[in-house]
Structures are given as C-alpha cells and as structure tokens.
C-alpha cells in the first residue's frame, strides 16, 4: 500500500512537474548512491523523484538531471563525497520539474545546463526557472577530463524532447522518463508535453540499438538492457490494444478499464486517456 501511495505522487509528479516546481515540490527526498561504475553513480531514492546520473572526472563532473530544487543541497552532499570535483554539466533529459527543478541553483554555482531544442521549448513555454543556453537536436557529444558523453533523440516518447544520455565507455544509457522501472511503473504520456504512445516504442527502436549493459531509468532502481526492451514491447502493446479497441468503437471507459487491468494504469494516467484516443485511431 505504501509503495502504492508513492507510486500515485510520483506520477502526479511526472506530470505536473512544472506547475510543482513553481510551488517549490515537496520536501527533500532521503538520497542513496548507487555505485555503478568507478566514476559513475546514481544518487536514487523510493522513486520520487528522478534518478541523478553522475559522471566523475578530473576536470569536473557531469550530471544526468536534478531532481526538485528541494533536493539540491542533498545532491551536492552527495557528489561532494565522491569528488571534490565541482559541477560542470548538467543535462536535463526532459522539462518536468521533478527533473529540471534543481537546474538555476546549479547555473548560479556555475554549471552549465543542456537540454534538447524542444525540451528548451517546453521549458520557455511553462516559464520554468534553470533554463539552458546551449541546447542540440538530434545527437549532441560532452567532452570532460577525457570522458566522452553522448546525447541522443530518437523521437517523442514521454514527452516531445525526451533526451537519451549514453556513456560509451562504460555500457551505460540514462533514460529519462522514456522509460521507468517497476512493477507499478507504466508508461506516462504527457500530451501536452508533447509525448507520443504512438511513436513511443520506435524511439525506444532507437536507444536499443546503441551498445550498453546498464540502464538508468527516469525512476526506479538501476537495471538492465533486457527490462528495457521488455518496456519497449509493453508500449507497443498499449499501442496495438487501444487501436484495437478503437477500430471495434469500444468507450472511452472501456478502453479506461484494460488499461488499468491489463497494462497497470492507474488515476494519474487517466488525464491521459483523451490523447491516447485521438493519437492511435
Ligand atoms: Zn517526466
């Protein structure tokens, strides 16, 4: 029940991650790191909010998103334990605020923000604050203390500008929201974010071709190439059962109940339910 309870605030979190932002989020989450490899890290906690990706070199470090504004100072105690490094980077895989909501705090401490052109977009549109000024489109490269970084946009998933963060060296892809892991974790389109369940598994196509072991989901523990392919054919399930539903002219409530009988949904993703109907029939 509990895990539940945390499960419901985190989507509402999801997608209203940008209006919580504006109200400051919620309080500080308890932080744990996650060692994945000599110098990279996750600073992870019970799901809300998003997983940190830390990249560690000897000329700085490099960040996979930072959670809500909250929870900067925590992040910062922890990077401070793996490095005295200061912060250089930060890349933000998409605009929630559960994602974004530390980025002005990092800027005023001197790291650089970068984002996708569309997820700037979103950003400018919601007046979020920690906006970047340099973005890419498409494929974008970091280079730091000898340590390549790898941007990527495959297309819409979770929102229009989900951004995919791969280390090559280490066999390692941070996915933002494109992808959450768990049990209780389905797919979140955010229509007005621009996200897509019909284009979500082709840009999924997209990051399973790239070389990695490891994933770094937007939310949830740390976990494998293989879970991320069986997401990838769960939101290709979504797809073809709704379209199914919509040719035999089910109801809007009867598509409702598969989906939370069959693919887990639950009251956060029912805001979600209008777009899946326009988008896939
Ligand atoms: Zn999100």
Redo the contacts with the bound molecule.
């Keep these: 029940m509990k895990r539940r309870l945390s499960l419901v605030f985190v989507l509402s979190i999801?997608l209203f991650?940008a209006y919580l932002q504006g109200q400051g989020g919620p309080r500080p989450s308890v932080l744990d790191v996650v060692k994945v490899q000599d110098d990279l890290f996750v600073i992870h906690n019970a799901v809300v909010p998003?997983n940190v990706t830390v990249l560690v070199t000897n000329e700085g470090v490099l960040l996979v998103d930072d959670k809500f504004a909250v929870d900067y100072d925590n992040i910062v105690a922890e990077v401070r334990k793996l490095t005295p490094q200061p912060i250089k980077f930060v890349i933000s895989t998409?605009h929630?605020g559960?994602?974004t909501g530390g980025n002005a705090k990092m800027q005023e401490a001197g790291a650089q923000v970068i984002t996708s052109e569309q997820t700037r977009k979103y950003m400018v549109d919601g007046n979020l604050p920690g906006m970047p000024m340099t973005t890419f489109d498409r494929r974008g490269f970091v280079h730091l203390g000898g340590k390549s970084v790898e941007l990527y946009q495959f297309g819409r998933a979770?929102?229009g500008g989900d951004t995919f963060v791969y280390f090559p060296a280490h066999r390692v892809l941070s996915t933002?929201?494109a992808f959450t892991f768990g049990d209780e974790t389905p797919q979140?389109v955010?229509y007005a974010g621009g996200g897509s369940a019909k284009d979500w598994p082709y840009t999924l196509d997209g990051a399973l071709q790239l070389d990695f072991d490891t994933v770094v989901p937007?939310h949830g523990l740390v976990t494998t190439k293989a879970e991320l392919r069986k997401f990838r054919d769960s939101t290709m399930a979504v797809r073809t059962r709704v379209h199914q539903m919509l040719v035999e002219k089910k109801t809007k409530d009867e598509i409702w109940q598969v989906l939370q009988s069959e693919f887990r949904w639950n009251q956060f993703q029912q805001r979600s339910v209008d777009g899946l109907m326009i988008e896939l029939q």
């Design positions: 999801a991650g998003g998409h929630h559960d994602h979770h929102t933002g929201d979140l955010d937007g």
